[in-house]
């Protein structure tokens, strides 16, 4: 966390929005793209990163700062994004996150910065991923987090995080030789 | 080692993840093994195609309007708050008014006084029951505690 960054978390923590509103709009384009890859739709995005921040803004005196604003508010989105992905689904909470498709079969590519047949291939594998293995490698390869950072927002050991990617890589690979027979 | 002990080191190679040691022990590794060296590759090739996956970036307008979104919520939050304690306190006082009125009143039957202070005692009961439930779940539930963090 910068000088900067360590400012603006003290002067929320003192109740000052303005501060907060610098920090929303620093992350929100990373934080709508993570929940892009974990929802698969705009709206949605939309709507769970802005709760994320809510929830982020109210529990700001349990941040202890030893990791980055986004890598806490990262942890904080996967589960409002997992929540809502289990409520779509009607799941109970005990459904381990890795049997969560995406609710639509279809993912929505309005936020493709880029489109083109093979884009919208790639996009549409990611999108097919369980969601333990698509929330890899979104935060990966779209978030360009570290191992340490994703083990962070995952509560996961790094471990854990290099055998996630490992498989997610490997189902992906799969996919996307199979689309190409 | 052999090459499956060397696989799941590939993907942090890619990644820049793995130590300078590690880095060495692998190069030495795929500067004698085809197999591995073509797994490299096709990691390499995946993760170039990923690379073309770009999503846009939201504009000074964008970024305005999404703040205003959050910064709603937040307000609303506190309505909801103070609705909430308000409606609790109108309500709770209400109900002690009714029921001090039925219990004083001489001429209500005894019959109906017993069978308010029951409803009202298995109503109280009722709630700290669940709510000590729900305090349990709480605890116990990870997913909850991170979302605290």
């Known amino acids: ?79 409002v994004c997992v929540s809502q992905l289990r409520k779509r689904l009607r799941r109970g909470p005990d459904e381990p996150i890795e049997s969560l498709p995406l609710p639509s079969g279809e993912p929505d590519p309005s936020l493709l910065a880029e489109r083109s047949e093979r884009i919208d291939r790639i996009w549409r594998a990611v999108m097919s991923l369980p969601t333990a293995h698509r929330e890899v490698i979104v935060m990966k390869h779209f978030q360009e987090m570290s191992y340490r950072q994703m083990a962070e927002s995952l509560s996961v050991p790094v471990g854990t995080v290099t055998s996630r990617l490992h498989a997610a890589r490997r189902a992906l690979r799969e996919l996307l030789a199979g689309e190409r027979v | 080692m052999n090459c499956r002990d060397y696989e799941p080191m590939l993907a942090a190679y890619v990644d820049g993840e793995l130590s300078e040691q590690d880095r060495g022990r692998l190069q030495e590794h795929l500067s004698g093994c085809l197999g591995c060296t073509d797994r490299l590759a096709e990691l390499t090739a995946l993760q170039e195609e990923l690379a073309m996956i770009k999503f846009t970036e939201p504009t000074d307008v964008d970024l305005q309007r999404y703040w205003a979104g959050v910064y709603n919520r937040l307000e609303r939050g506190v309505g909801w708050i103070l609705l909430s304690v308000g409606s609790i306190l109108l309500l709770c006082y209400g109900a002690f008014k009714l029921i001090e009125g039925i219990v004083t009143d001489p001429k209500v039957a005894l019959v109906v006084k017993i069978g308010v202070v029951a409803l009202v005692f298995g109503a109280v009961i009722l709630f700290v029951s669940l709510l000590r439930e729900r305090l349990a779940v709480r605890k116990s539930d990870k997913y909850s505690r991170e979302i605290e963090r």
């Open chain 1, 1 to 79: 966390m910068d000088d900067a960054e360590r400012t603006l978390i003290g002067q929320c923590r003192a109740g000052d929005k303005a501060a907060f509103g610098q920090l929303v709009r620093a992350h929100a384009g990373r934080a709508i793209g993570l929940a892009y890859g974990l929802l698969g739709n705009r709206s949605d995005a939309l709507d769970a990163s802005q709760d994320a921040f809510v929830r982020a803004w109210r529990a700001m005196g349990r941040f202890d700062g030893r990791s980055a604003f986004y890598t806490w508010y990262a942890a904080i989105l996967r589960n």
